[in-house]
């Protein structure tokens, strides 16, 4: 961990090909979160690019809307070794998007022949100070990305 990056490991009992394919799927990310601030996916179709975006319904508390949208960049596709997205949105609602400058990225290692070691990091190294100003970095817990990783190991057995 660092001042503006944490990060946490786990490994899961699985080939790194079916670990990938849980997290490549918007409709899983939910369950990986875990906090109930990740929704559903609105546009329901698999991440398959750098450079895509996909839509996620969101939920929290201390949002001014309550239930809002993130409009997420891929910006890490390796299948079977790395993916990452930065969260943005449409703050203007004109089309167009503003990213704010944080990412989520799970790099992925063969450990055997069916085993993964997952390291799930989360980076706010980008946030520029005028957000700063509004939310505190990281927003959540750092136990929260411990968990996100057992979800994740949960998902990826359960489709076994």
């Known amino acids: 961990m660092t001042d503006e990056n944490i990060s946490t490991s786990i490994t899961i009992a699985a080939p790194a090909g079916a670990v990938f394919e849980v997290l490549a799927d918007p409709s899983s990310h939910a369950a990986i979160d875990g906090t109930g601030w990740v929704r559903e996916s609105l546009d ?19 949002h001014p809307d309550k239930d809002y949208e993130m409009a997420n960049k891929v910006v890490a596709f390796e299948p079977a070794r790395a993916i990452a997205w930065e969260p943005g949105q449409d703050m203007a609602k004109d089309g167009n998007l503003s990213f704010g400058g944080w990412i989520w990225r799970y790099d992925l290692a063969p ?12 980076d706010w190294s980008a946030v520029p100070a005028q ?11 750092p136990a ?16 076994g």
């Not at 750098?50 to 969101?58: E, K, L, V």
């Not at 450990?111 to 989360?122: C, E, K």
């Not at 957000?131 to 817990?141: A, C, D, H, K, T």
């Not at 929260?144 to 489709?159: F, I, K, M, Q, T």
């Open 131 to 141: 957000l700063r100003e509004y939310i505190s970095f990281p927003p959540f817990e």
């Open 44 to 62: 329901g179709v698999p991440l398959t690019a750098t450079g895509q975006i996909f839509r996620m319904a969101m939920f929290h508390e201390n």
């Open 111 to 122: 450990a055997g022949p069916s085993a993964t070691d997952v390291t799930l990091s989360y």
């Open 144 to 159: 929260h990305l411990d968990n996100s990783l057992r979800n994740l190991a949960e998902l990826v057995d359960a489709r």
